[in-house]
C-alpha cells in the first residue's frame, strides 16, 4: 500500500508559514449522532485534517515540530467493548507506517507528549476543538495564522494527489458513460442519479462529491437541481447529469449534456455546439500565469459569437461584452478549484475581490493559475426565465437579446460540460475522459435503443 504524505504536506504549510519553530497542532472530526437517536451522520473526516494526517476515521488529532522536523499522530484508543462493534483498529505502528508520521501516540497523551516540546507557540485552526491540550498548553495557542498557509498548500497538488484524482475523474466518467448507455425513455432522475451512485461505489469511490444532479428538459436550468425525480417523458428533450465520485477522499466532478432519445434536436445541438465550443477554446487556453477570470471572460465571448449566429443575440459584440450581457445566459463562473473539496480552498487569495458584474461575480476563483493547480472548466448556457426578466427590464442589456428568439429555445432547458485539468508548466492536461463531441454522443444514444 502507498504511503500517505502527511509529513510532506505538513513541511508545505509550514513553508508557508514563514516560521522555524513551534508545533501545528490540527485535530479531526468526531462521530455525531442525530437528535434523540443513537443512529450516527454518516462520517465525513475534515478536510484539513485529512489533507494533513490521511486519516479518513474519526477521533484523530496530528502535530508536528517545526525545529525539529518531526511528524506524530494522535490515534483513537478503541476499548474491548467498542472493539466488539467495529472490529479491532490497526496497531500504533500501523497507523504510523501507513500515514507516513514520524511517531504515533494515542489520544490521551497529546498533552503529554506536546509539553515535553517545550513549544514557544502552537498553530491550530480556528474552527477546531483544542481542549485536550490542557491548560498549560492552551495559553500558547494561536489560531491566526494557520488558516490560510495551509489552504495554499492545499492548492497546489502533488504526484500522489493528482494521481488518485485521476483515478475519481475515471471511475466516474466511466460512470457517466454507463448512463449514456443505458438511459431510456420512462426512466426516472432518480434511476439516472443511483445508478452512477451505485458504479462509482462499486468501483471504489467512497461517496458523492457532491448532491449528484439528473436534471432532464426544463429542470436543467436550475443550477444546482437536487430534486432528482422527474420522469423522462420525452426523447427531444436533453438530461444533464452532474456527478462526481470521491475516491480516496480527492473529488472529481464531471458534467455532460445528452438526449434523451438517440438525437440532439436542432435546437438543442445549436446551443451544445456553442457550449462546447465555450469549454475548448477555455481549455486550450489554460495556462500558467494566465488569470482565471481572463478566462471566463473568454468563455462569454466564445458565447456571444455563437448566441450573435443563431439570432438570439444582436448587436455588436464588443456591447455585448461591456454590458455584461452573457451572464445572464451562464450566470455561474467558468469553474473552480478541485481537490479534498470540490469547491477546493484557496480560490480568493487573501485581499482579493470579487468583481461585482452578472457572471464574473459568481467566479469561484480569482487567481493567477500555477502548475500543479486543478480546475474544473464548466462553461454553461440556460434559459433561466427570472434571469431573463431582469434582463428584459433592462434596457442597457435587452437592447442585445431578441427575446422572440429565446422563447424558441427555451424548451433546451440548458447545458453544462465540465471537466477537470491539471496545469502545468507549458499548458494543461485533462484528467476526464468521457465524450462530449456530438457525433460520439448521439452514437452512444442511439446504440441505447437498438
Known amino acids: ?47 484539513n485534517f485529512y489533507y494533513l494526517s490521511g486519516v479518513r476515521e474519526p477521533g484523530f488529532a496530528a502535530a508536528y515540530d517545526i525545529a525539529t522536523n518531526t511528524a506524530i499522530l494522535f490515534v483513537h484508543h478503541v476499548s474491548a467493548d467498542e472493539a ?9 505502528e500501523d497507523y504510523r507506517r501507513a500515514h ?7 489520544m490521551h497523551d497529546i498533552e503529554s507528549v506536546l509539553i515535553q516540546k517545550k513549544p514557544s507557540v502552537i498553530f491550530a485552526l480556528p474552527h477546531q476543538q483544542i481542549d485536550q491540550l490542557g491548560a498549560e498548553l492552551k495559553p500558547l495557542v494561536d489560531t491566526e495564522r494557520l488558516l490560510e498557509p495551509l489552504h495554499e ?49 462499486g468501483q471504489g469511490c467512497m461517496y458523492e462529491a457532491y448532491g449528484s444532479i439528473a436534471a432532464c428538459g426544463r429542470n436543467a436550468a436550475v443550477l444546482h ?7 423522462l417523458n420525452s426523447k427531444e428533450e436533453m438530461i444533464l447529469v452532474d456527478a462526481g465520485g470521491t475516491y480516496e477522499n480527492y473529488a472529481s466532478d464531471i458534467t455532460r449534456t445528452w438526449p434523451i432519445g438517440p438525437k440532439f434536436t436542432p435546437e438543442c445541438r445549436a446551443i451544445y455546439q456553442i457550449v462546447l465550443d465555450m469549454q475548448k477554446q477555455v481549455i486550450a487556453a489554460c495556462a500558467p500565469h494566465k488569470q482565471w477570470e481572463d478566462m471566463h471572460i473568454l468563455s ?20 455585448i461584452m461591456e454590458n455584461y450581457v452573457v451572464g445572464y445566459f451562464m450566470p455561474h463562473g467558468i469553474g473552480h478549484l478541485i481537490g479534498i473539496d470540490t469547491h477546493d480552498v484557496g480560490g480568493y487569495p487573501k485581499g482579493t475581490q470579487r468583481i461585482d458584474k452578472p457572471g464574473l461575480r459568481n467566479l469561484r476563483s480569482r487567481r493567477e493559475m500555477l502548475p500543479n493547480m486543478v480546475f474544473t472548466v464548466e462553461p ?17 442589456v435587452a437592447q442585445f437579446i431578441n427575446f422572440d428568439k429565446v422563447a424558441e429555445y427555451r424548451k433546451v432547458g440548458g447545458v453544462r460540460i ?5 496545469i502545468t508548466e507549458d499548458g494543461n492536461y485533462n484528467l476526464t475522459t468521457c465524450p462530449r463531441e456530438i457525433a460520439d454522443l448521439e452514437a452512444i444514444r442511439s446504440a441505447a435503443y437498438q
Open 153 to 201: 498548500a492545499r492548492v497546489f497538488k502533488d504526484e500522489f494527489e493528482i494521481a488518485i484524482m485521476r483515478r475519481a475523474n475515471q471511475i466516474s466518467g466511466d460512470a457517466h458513460v454507463k448512463l449514456m448507455r443505458t438511459t431510456q425513455l420512462g426512466m426516472n432522475e432518480a434511476e439516472v442519479r443511483g445508478h452512477f451512485v451505485g458504479y462509482t461505489l
Open 300 to 319: 462569454n465571448r466564445v458565447a456571444a459569437q455563437g448566441l450573435l449566429e443563431l439570432g438570439i443575440l444582436k448587436g455588436d459584440i464588443d456591447g
Open 418 to 422: 465540465e471537466d477537470n485539468i491539471v
Open 225 to 231: 437541481y437536487t430534486k432528482n425525480n422527474q420522469q
Open 1 to 47: 500500500m502507498q504511503v500517505y504524505p502527511a509529513k510532506q504536506h505538513f513541511v508545505k504549510v509550514a513553508k508557508n508559514l514563514g516560521v522555524s519553530s513551534g508545533i501545528i497542532f490540527v485535530r479531526g472530526g468526531d462521530t455525531i449522532i442525530h437528535p434523540d437517536s443513537d443512529t450516527e451522520y454518516e462520517f465525513h473526516q475534515d478536510s
Open 100 to 106: 507516513g508520521f514520524d511517531k504515533a501516540h494515542y
Open 84 to 92: 466488539v462493534w467495529i472490529g479491532v483498529p490497526p496497531s500504533l
Open 380 to 396: 454553461g448556457l440556460y434559459f433561466v426565465d427570472d434571469i431573463l426578466k431582469e434582463a428584459q427590464q433592462n434596457p442597457k
